[in-house]
């Protein structure tokens, strides 16, 4: 059974920074690319970076682009979310997700297979 649980999340002031982690029990996880994304109260849930299986590409929503950082430990069968220079209209809920089908880098959240519970990230301005 695939679990993915984030962890990280929490209060922060704008400018600051938070490091959200996504723990994969999943046997596969170096083979699987992965995802991170979020969703705001009234909102539909937004893609915000996803990285291939060995961390060698990554993609970015244009909201985020340059202040998040998207990796992974194969390792660890864990990824990561380096948020930097945070905003108020950042605060949601992130989720991880894995996907399955493999190839091209995905950004519809329907293309994912696997997700997480979520951690709560606010940001006060």
């Known amino acids: 059974q695939v679990q993915l649980a984030e962890s990280g999340g929490g209060l922060v002031q704008a400018g600051g920074s938070l490091r959200l982690s996504c723990a994969a029990s999943?046997?596969?996880?170096?083979?699987?690319?992965l995802g991170w994304y979020r969703q705001a109260p009234g909102k539909e849930r937004e893609f915000i970076a996803a990285i291939s299986t060995s961390g060698g590409s990554t993609y970015y929503a244009d909201s985020v682009k340059g202040r998040f950082t998207i990796s992974r430990d194969n390792a660890k069968n864990t990824m990561y979310l380096q948020m930097n220079s945070l905003k108020p209209e950042d605060t949601a809920v992130y989720y991880c997700?894995?996907?399955?089908?493999?190839?091209?880098?995905?950004?519809?959240?329907?293309?994912?297979?696997?997700w997480g519970q979520g951690t709560q990230v606010t940001v006060s301005s």
């Open positions: 997700a894995a996907d399955f089908r493999g190839g091209t880098l995905r950004t519809s959240r329907y293309d994912y297979d696997y």
């Open positions: 999943l046997r596969t996880f170096s083979s699987r690319n």
